[in-house]
């Protein structure tokens, strides 16, 4: 068996371990990284940017909320079933946190709100150097982390697996990890730091500790390796266990490959149409049952109620053709408006290919038999629904009269939406130090955890009115277990 010993030892190479990493170098300490998979960084290759509050940027621009407006807005959002000091501290240092990366060379290239009707500009997307903004431009902060990791002398050992948490005497004392080639290592270490990602490629353990189950009630991605490790590792060491969800911050288009969720290829412009509020949303019993202009967060909360937990996004060639020449309705940045050329060919195309759940008819009846929509129902509910658009007045879901497009002329589109997501959400219980608490609520000496394994902060619903929320947890919970787990090691040496 190898051994190795340091002062702080942190396993999950993602988002909050690698901010925990540099946070605890650059107060002095000997750290050592163990990352399962063979590149650093994570879900955090993949995200836009994180949340910050009262940030340079923010203050130079003059942009709200300040942190008091932050805080009150989470809280009556979550409808304070969630740990107001911990989610205090978070927004307090976000906007630090935002600094912090600036200090490391990372270029902010706009803060934006989701949405365009309700919440906060805090969303601080990412402006890679070689490519426009978009998904994945947030791997440059994982760049700048592991690159700032390694000149403060962090060591990084990549498919490294942490099988065990050591403690003695009641106190963490370290790891035993197994390499690539099998090869046992003991990491003797002061503190031990989890941040392994969630359970988000754990089907078994989403059914088990969740209101969801993968594949029948959402679509989410499954990041490989996002199997809980972290999670139970610090259940078998006397952990409690905090509340547990998925990141369902929306509608997605369903595959016709049951256990797949789509990515890339047209999937991205396609959500976008079919999520726009000016179509007809209606269930598998053909009702309309939505205010189709509300937000994909709280439209993923009504479809989990619905049979199937599905929802079908309807409209006409005329609408069709106004999504080509004018633009989406709604959207938000870096894909506000776009015109989707050749909207047309994209979904005759797509109802040929048949992997996503497209569906194209020259009639109501034959779309509604392509969908598998009780016929009947749905005739009259279109009926109904014309009748609203000619009126101007949603008299049963209040629609805006802006979005109350009729359903009129062939060929008719529609997509089988479902419930789509980023991955897991808490499993650890912590305090607002991130210490990682036993069943008494008392913390466990020496053990921390950040990011999503310890994120119960959105009660059961995504906090959109302040978005980057789970990239900015995850960063500024990571650099609260490095600074405390610091704190931490100070206070045992001096007491040695």
Known sequence: MKRLETDVVIFGGGTAGLAAAVTAAERGARVIVLEKSSVTGGTGNRGMGPLG????????????????????????????????????????????????????????????????????????????????????????????????????????????????????????????????????????????????????????????????????????????????????????????????????????????????????????????????PTNLMVDVLGERCVNEEVEGAFLANAVFRLKDSCIFSIFDDKTREKYETEGFEWGSWP?????????????????????LAVFVANSLEELAEKCGIKKDTFLKTVKEYNATCEKGYDEVFFKNSRYLWPIKKPPFYAGKLVIGGYGSLGGIKINYKCEVLDENWEPIPGLYAAGVDACSIYHDTYVFILPGNTMGFALTSGRIAGENAVNYIKKLNAER
Not at 96 to 110: P, Y
């Open 335 to 355: 894909w506000p408006f776009e015109r989707p050329k050749e909207l047309g060919k994209m979904l005759e195309e797509e109802a040929k290919r048949g992997e």
């Open 53 to 276: 509050v009262e940030s340079r940027i923010q203050r130079w621009k003059k942009i709200p909320p300040t942190k008091e407006e932050a805080f009150k807005a989470f809280m009556d959002f979550t409808l304070w079933r969630v740990d107001a000091r911990l989610v205090s501290e978070y927004i307090r240092r976000s906007g630090e946190t935002i600094d912090w990366l600036e200090s490391m060379g990372v270029e902010f290239a706009d803060v934006i709100r989701y949405f365009t009707r309700r919440g906060y500009a805090t969303h601080h997307v990412v402006k890679p150097p070689d490519r426009p903004p978009g998904p994945g431009a947030s791997a440059v902060i994982m760049e700048r982390l592991t690159e700032k990791a390694k000149e403060l002398g962090v060591q990084i050992y990549l498919q490294t697996e942490v099988k065990r948490i050591l403690k003695e005497d009641g106190r963490i004392v370290g790891v035993i990890a197994q390499s690539k080639e099998g090869e046992e290592i003991e990491v003797r270490a002061k503190a031990v730091i989890i941040a392994t990602g969630g359970f988000g490629d754990n089907p078994e353990m989403i059914k088990n500790y969740t209101k969801y189950e993968w594949g029948k009630t959402i679509f989410s991605m499954r990041i490989p390796g996002m199997r809980g490790d972290g999670i139970r590792l610090a259940w078998e060491v006397g952990a409690a266990r905090d509340v547990m969800t998925m990141e369902a911050a929306g509608l997605t288009l369903a595959s016709t490959r049951p256990g797949e969720v789509p990515i890339g290829g047209p999937i991205m412009t396609l959500n976008r149409v079919f999520t726009q």
